[in-house]
C-alpha cells in the first residue's frame, strides 16, 4: 500500500502532522508493506528566493493578524508539537521561498534518502537557530550531507534551477487535481484522503480501511495458459 504526503517545509502542521502519522504508522501491523512517498507544495510560491521574513511579520501582513495573535499561535503550535516530542521555537524563526529545498528532496528521493532529509529539514527550520533561508545553498548542502547524500551532488542540484523543477511542479499541479489546497494532506492508495494534522487515532483508522479496502488481483485464464514456474516451463504435448 502506497501513502502520497504533500507538505511543505515551511508548514508547522506539516512538521507536526508528519509525527502524529509515523506514530500511527509504527503501531500498523502491515507497516512493512506501506511505502511513503512525499509530494511537494509550497505553501508561498510566488515568494522571491530572496524574499525572507520573520514568521510573526509575514503572519501579521499575510493573514491580518495582530502580533499578540501571531504569538499566540506559536504558542499552541509549539505545545502541540511538544506534545509529539518535537522541539519548536516559537519566537525568532524565519520564513522563506522553500522551492530549492522541494527539488533537492526529489532528488533525495532517488537516492533512497528522502524521508532522512525531509526531518532533517523540518528540524532546522522548527528547532534551530540557523536560518534555511538566508544562509544560502550551503545550509541545504550540509542537511544533506547529513541525511547521507553527496554533498558536491546535492551541491550541482541546487546549483542548477532546472533540477527537478519539472517534478516538483508536477506535485503541485497533481495536488490541486486531488483537490488539496491545503497541507499536510494524505492520500491513502488513492482511495483515501486525509487533510490536516489529524490525531494519530484518526490516521489508524485510514490506514486500516485502506489496507481493507484494497482489491484483491484477478487472474483471468490462469489453468490452461502457458507459464514458465519454479518446476520448468509448461510445453505442449503433441
Avoid at 508561498?44 to 511579520?57: I, M, S
Avoid at 499578540?68 to 508539537?81: C, F, R, T, V
Wanted: hydrophobic letters at 40%.
Amino acid at each position: 500500500m502506497r501513502v502520497e504526503i504533500w507538505s511543505d517545509i515551511a508548514c508547522p502542521w506539516c512538521y507536526v502532522g508528519k509525527a502524529r502519522f509515523e506514530k500511527a504508522l509504527a503501531a500498523f501491523p502491515h507497516r512493512d508493506d506501506v511505502e511513503v512517498v512525499h509530494r511537494s507544495f509550497e505553501l508561498d510560491p510566488g515568494r522571491a528566493k530572496g524574499d525572507v521574513q520573520p514568521v510573526l511579520t509575514m503572519l501579521t501582513k499575510k493573514y491580518g493578524m495582530s502580533e499578540a495573535q501571531a504569538e499566540a499561535g506559536e504558542d499552541n503550535l509549539g505545545a502541540q508539537a511538544g506534545a509529539e516530542g518535537l522541539p519548536y521555537r516559537t519566537r525568532g524563526r524565519d520564513h522563506g521561498n522553500t522551492f530549492d529545498m522541494h527539488r533537492l528532496l526529489h532528488f533525495a528521493k532517488e537516492q533512497g534518502k528522502q524521508d532522512e532529509l525531509l526531518g532533517l529539514l523540518y528540524k532546522a527550520n522548527f528547532a534551530e537557530e540557523r536560518s534555511v533561508f538566508t544562509e544560502g545553498d550551503e545550509r541545504l548542502v550540509e542537511l544533506a550531507g547529513q541525511a547521507g547524500l553527496d554533498p558536491e551532488a546535492a551541491r550541482k542540484v541546487l546549483a542548477d534551477p532546472t533540477a527537478y523543477a519539472d517534478e516538483v511542479r508536477a506535485d503541485e499541479r497533481e495536488a490541486a487535481q486531488l483537490g488539496a489546497n491545503g497541507v499536510p494532506f494524505f492520500v491513502l492508495d488513492r482511495a483515501y484522503g486525509v487533510s490536516g494534522a489529524q490525531p494519530a487515532e484518526v490516521f489508524t483508522r485510514a490506514l486500516t480501511q485502506a489496507w481493507e479496502a484494497r482489491s484483491p488481483l484477478t487472474v483471468l485464464g490462469q489453468d490452461d495458459a502457458d507459464t514458465c514456474g519454479p518446476d520448468g516451463c509448461a510445453v505442449p504435448q503433441k
